[in-house]
């Protein structure tokens, strides 16, 4: 239904997710699928997610599964009241003065300063060898993952296996706790989770998310990415801390942007006349508008404070409601992210 305003479509249009991974950061993502889901000329057809991300997709499609996008919404709130339930007692703890000036980094906080410096000398295998994690108890509490196999909303979760180095997409069928963990698995951290014989790191050093599979596997030609990490940042980090945080940033966006950029170049070369011209010609690019990341840390990521996710969820429904303001006309018709520029960037 081509040139069809989005609140005038008789049927719903269908889209894909793109969402990236950052830890507690994943609760803005939460926001932004609150607000989607409320929109009842939408349907989610694929949704590809890396850690936090991942998480947030699986989340989402289990409910979906069971009571649509309300069964989806609350799903979601559920997850992550747990998550900040789980991490009620954790070490990591802002500082006396944070919380009495309103910040939500864990800069200052002993335990987590503790953490920062240990992780860089003493292997997770040694300082946690019974390879515990709080998030195994709540993504089993929280997912059904057997209703996730026939669920109608296409699953694409991304880990890294560390042998090769190279990405692996895990589809709908093939999701376990152990898969979501992997995806979210960083090294510094946790010991690799091992799947199928191979071990796995968090996603995200492949890709963050992957976009190729929306493309190739899913009917819906809109892409919508939620992005988490901060592709462009103020000043230069100086600090230790501050120069590995953006290193991380950096190489986290890194594998999507190329992603995007081949995506781009396709469009132009393809031979619209063929089967893969056409496929390349109709993709249609969105991303929901972050200005909150670039003002939090990496340590805030390991904040699971429930005001502090409830800040970043209604920060998310913010952006989506501004991107829907903004872009619910392009949505079905043209990309509002400009793919073109980035054939300019080298």
Same mark, same amino acid.
């Given at each position: 239904?081509? &040139?069809?305003?989005?609140?005038?479509? %008789?049927?719903?249009?269908l889209v894909d997710l793109a969402l990236q991974g950052g830890g507690a950061h994943g609760a803005f993502t939460w926001g932004v699928l609150d607000r989607l889901l409320e929109?009842?000329?939408?349907?989610?057809?694929?949704?590809?997610?890396?850690?936090?991300?991942?998480?947030?997709?699986?989340?989402l499609a289990d409910g979906y599964a069971d009571g649509g996008p309300e069964g989806a919404r609350a799903a979601l709130e559920t997850f992550w009241r747990k998550v900040s339930e789980a991490a009620r *007692?954790?070490? *990591?703890? /802002?500082?006396?003065?944070d919380v009495m000036l309103g910040r939500w980094t864990l800069d200052n906080s002993p335990a987590f300063i503790t953490m920062d410096l240990i992780a860089r000398l003493i292997s997770p295998y040694d300082l946690n060898p019974g390879g515990f994690n709080p998030l195994r108890d709540v993504l089993a509490e929280c997912v059904h993952f057997?209703?996730?196999?026939?669920?109608?909303? %296409?699953? +694409?979760?991304?880990?890294?296996?560390?042998?090769?180095?190279?990405?692996?997409? +895990?589809?709908?069928?093939?999701?376990?706790p152990d898969v979501l963990l992997a995806s979210a698995c960083l090294p510094q951290l946790f010991q690799a989770i091992e799947i199928d014989g191979d071990a796995y790191w968090d996603g995200g050093y492949s890709g963050n998310p992957s976009i190729m599979p929306l493309v190739l596997e899913?009917?819906?030609?809109?892409?919508?990415?939620?992005?988490?990490?901060?592709?462009? /940042?103020?000043?230069t980090p100086r600090s230790a801390r501050e120069i590995l945080d953006r290193i991380n940033e950096v190489a986290f966006n890194a594998v999507t942007l190329k992603e995007l950029k081949m995506i781009a170049l396709l469009r132009q070369v393809a031979d619209p006349g063929t089967t893969e011209g056409a496929l390349w010609g109709k993709m249609r690019v969105h991303?929901?508008?972050n200005d909150t990341m670039s003002n939090l840390g990496?340590?805030? %990521?390991? &904040?699971?404070?429930?005001? *502090?996710?409830?800040?970043?969820?209604?920060e998310g429904r913010r952006s989506a409601d501004? +991107?829907?303001? %903004?872009?619910?006309?392009?949505?079905?018709?043209?990309?509002?992210?400009?793919?073109?520029?980035?054939?300019?960037?080298?």
């Amino acid at each position: 239904m081509p &040139n069809v305003r989005l609140e005038d479509r %008789k049927t719903p249009l269908l889209v894909d997710l793109a969402l990236q991974g950052g830890g507690a950061h994943g609760a803005f993502t939460w926001g932004v699928l609150d607000r989607l889901l409320e929109e009842p000329n939408l349907r989610i057809d694929g949704i590809s997610g890396t850690s936090a991300g991942a998480m947030n997709a699986a989340v989402l499609a289990d409910g979906y599964a069971d009571g649509g996008p309300e069964g989806a919404r609350a799903a979601l709130e559920t997850f992550w009241r747990k998550v900040s339930e789980a991490a009620r *007692f954790s070490p *990591f703890q /802002r500082s006396p003065l944070d919380v009495m000036l309103g910040r939500w980094t864990l800069d200052n906080s002993p335990a987590f300063i503790t953490m920062d410096l240990i992780a860089r000398l003493i292997s997770p295998y040694d300082l946690n060898p019974g390879g515990f994690n709080p998030l195994r108890d709540v993504l089993a509490e929280c997912v059904h993952f057997d209703r996730l196999a026939s669920g109608s909303i %296409k699953l +694409f979760v991304n880990a890294t296996n560390v042998r090769t180095g190279r990405g692996r997409i +895990f589809r709908n069928a093939e999701l376990t706790p152990d898969v979501l963990l992997a995806s979210a698995c960083l090294p510094q951290l946790f010991q690799a989770i091992e799947i199928d014989g191979d071990a796995y790191w968090d996603g995200g050093y492949s890709g963050n998310p992957s976009i190729m599979p929306l493309v190739l596997e899913c009917t819906s030609r809109d892409t919508i990415l939620v992005p988490i990490n901060p592709i462009e /940042r103020p000043g230069t980090p100086r600090s230790a801390r501050e120069i590995l945080d953006r290193i991380n940033e950096v190489a986290f966006n890194a594998v999507t942007l190329k992603e995007l950029k081949m995506i781009a170049l396709l469009r132009q070369v393809a031979d619209p006349g063929t089967t893969e011209g056409a496929l390349w010609g109709k993709m249609r690019v969105h991303a929901v508008p972050n200005d909150t990341m670039s003002n939090l840390g990496y340590s805030s %990521k390991l &904040n699971a404070e429930w005001p *502090f996710l409830e800040m970043l969820r209604d920060e998310g429904r913010r952006s989506a409601d501004e +991107f829907m303001t %903004k872009h619910s006309q392009d949505l079905g018709r043209r990309s509002s992210v400009d793919l073109d520029s980035l054939l300019h960037q080298v």
